[in-house]
């Protein structure tokens, strides 16, 4: 499959450069020679009897696999056993006889038969196919090397529509592969263990990453397909529903020594999109800077050496930007839809924070005053950059969340100090009003319904920020500065050390001693399960609760708490003597934003 698609990709390069070369004889013997070559080899393999015997073969293979991916009893028949995903014996010492050429030949048949042949797979034999797929992808007991599960991901996700030739040049192909897809589901064996299968082999390719082992792009792409099958999943009950069991039991075990499965499957979401959102944007000002120097002229300069580099530079800064955007366009989508049936674990502690300051963040980069740096009408194409796709989805996600904890989601977003201000949400209401009507990008899933939501949001949000902000002045007149994390009347050991905001639930690391926040050290171990200050092995059940001082957290604020309050009912009672002698006097007020005034943003 490999070798087919290189020599297709020769010839699609040669078809583009055949104008320039028509009288040129020897580039078109060239042309016909590899053409030709192409032809006889695919004419062969796909020749019926030859694909009957192969696909014979393959399916006593995977059988074969099967069996021994679960014992190591070598009597039982071959196709005695179901497939299962569970590791039921970990020493699987016959398995580990086969040489991973076996799977290559049964991954790279799948994959050359999905591109290059017409001819159908009985259902019977998929489904062995699709069994060995979902059984060898989910442990690395069974197959170590990481490229070789990605693989098997990537053909899971093509057999899902095997037969689809006769949609594939409709004009609304994409949509007819997808629906061909979920019916491809509906059939799928091991339908309750292939969220789960998909899941564990997205996370453990982050954990394969070690030096040369896996470069960073083609780890991205090799999550590519698990992405589609996971976005494909969610409309169809029976997964939605296992991986919502999923999400329900990582909640009750998030702080288990092992970290469950789907809390480092959402860790690496968050991870991956700010990652990749903050490169796009980058490079989508390398780009502007880069094309803005040769329309104006500075390369010219340069020498045909310097000027030849220049534009190498432009066309792999392209490359790159568009690899990032594709990416970032479907972590931030798949977000959209996890948020949509999933809301607890966005606002357990250890995420909620991160999430709301990470939509902030690029929020404000999409809609806020400097927008105009990532205006990029001449290339938008040629980089898959989709603004307004990503506004629609980081609207929706707000709106998730927001739907089932508001006040919380509205804390949670007013309270970070670095990308919110009272413009975003009256910002981001303008622009999603705007881009309403434009089906192609945002495809009409721009509702009154999303407007209103983000604008009641909007809202309740400002309503918070002014809130806190009064209290931080207070805090400030009083002399017992809090802010937005810690201030001079905040005792050193109040603070967390990492993130200098006042404790909720403090704890101590058992090897260091140091205390920290229990959400911070948390959200730590997500990606690294050793103490930040001494880089010994730990995990949340070795943390110590510091018990005493959480009590003396707790009494400080309440103690403050009620210094406030007081200070309030005296400014009450103030303004209404006041007011009995005919003065009037002017305390902190909450305004909302007339939406229907607000000045356009274009």
């Not at 290189?6 to 104008?19: F, G, K, T, V």
């Not at 060995?132 to 899902?160: G, Q, T, Y």
């Not at 989805?393 to 969340?401: K, R």
Request: glycine content about 4%.
């Amino acid at each position: 499959a490999e070798y087919m698609g290189n020599i297709l990709q020769q010839l699609n390069r040669m078809e583009q450069m055949r104008s320039t070369h028509a009288s040129n004889q020897a580039w078109i013997k060239s042309f016909e020679e590899t053409t030709s070559r192409f032809l006889s080899i695919r004419l062969a393999l796909n020749e019926p009897n030859f694909t009957g015997l192969a696909i014979d073969f393959l399916k006593v293979t995977a059988c074969l696999l099967i069996h021994y991916g679960q014992t190591n009893d070598s009597h039982q028949g071959t196709e005695t056993l179901q497939a299962i995903v569970e590791l039921t014996e970990t020493d699987l010492k016959l398995l580990s006889y086969f040489p991973e050429i076996v799977v290559e030949n049964l991954t790279d048949f799948v994959i050359y038969n999905r591109r290059f042949n017409e001819g159908e797979i009985s259902f019977q034999v998929l489904s062995v196919f699709q069994s060995f797929f979902v059984m060898f992808m989910s442990h690395k007991e069974r197959i170590v090397n990481p490229h070789l599960r990605a693989k098997l991901a990537e053909c899971l996700e093509l057999s899902l529509a095997h037969d689809d030739w006769h949609m594939r040049n409709l004009s609304n192909s994409e949509e007819s592969v997808d629906t061909s897809k979920i019916a491809g589901l509906m059939s799928l064996p091991l339908k309750s263990q292939v969220g789960y299968a998909v899941i564990k082999l997205f996370v453990d390719i982050e954990s394969s990453v070690s030096g040369a082992e896996m470069e960073f792009e083609q780890k991205f792409s090799y999550r590519r397909p698990m992405l589609k099958m996971l976005e494909l999943m969610w409309s169809v009950v029976d997964y939605r529903q296992a991986i919502m069991h999923l999400a329900d039991e990582a909640l009750l075990n998030i702080e288990a020594s092992r970290v469950p499965v789907f809390i480092r499957f959402i860790n690496l979401l968050l991870n991956d999109s700010i990652f990749l959102l903050d490169e796009a944007m980058q490079y989508i000002t390398d780009i502007k800077r880069l094309i803005r120097e040769r329309d104006g002229g500075e390369w010219t300069s340069l020498g045909i050496n310097g000027r030849m580099e220049r534009e190498s530079q432009l066309r792999s800064t392209i490359h790159i930007t568009k690899f990032y955007c594709i990416m970032a366009n479907d972590i931030v989508h798949s977000l959209r839809l996890i948020t949509k049936h999933i809301q607890d674990l966005f606002v357990h502690p250890t995420f909620l924070e991160r999430v709301a300051s990470m939509l902030n963040y690029f929020l404000n980069k999409l809609v806020g005053a400097d927008r105009a740096s990532l205006a990029v009408h001449s290339f938008q194409t040629d980089i898959e950059f989709k603004p307004k796709r990503l506004v629609r989805d980081i609207s929706f996600m707000y709106t998730n969340l927001a739907a089932k904890y508001p006040s919380k989601i509205a804390t949670a977003v007013a309270s970070d100090a670095r990308s919110f201000n009272l413009r975003l949400f009256p910002a981001a209401v303008d622009v999603l009003m705007r881009i309403s009507t434009d089906t192609a990008e945002v495809q009409g899933q721009i509702t009154q319904q999303l407007v209103s939501d983000m604008r009641d949001l909007g809202d309740e949000a400002n309503r918070s920020f002014e809130l806190r902000k009064a209290d931080d002045e207070w805090e400030e007149n009083d002399g017992n500065s809090e802010g937005m994390g810690g201030g001079p009347g905040v005792p050193d050991e109040f603070l967390d050390p990492i993130m200098s905001h006042i404790m909720i639930d403090p704890v101590r690391l058992p090897s260091s001693g140091n205390v920290l926040d229990r959400a911070t050290i948390n959200r730590h171990l997500l990606s690294d399960q050793t103490d930040p200050f001494n880089r010994q092995p730990l995990t949340m059940e070795e943390v110590i609760p510091e018990v005493e001082l959480k009590e003396r957290i707790e009494a400080w604020r309440k103690e403050k708490q009620e210094r406030r309050k007081g200070q309030k009912e005296e400014e009450r009672r103030r303004v209404e003597t006041n007011e009995t002698g005919g003065t009037t006097s002017h305390t902190n007020t909450v305004t909302k934003i007339d939406y229907s005034t607000l000045e356009s943003l274009d």
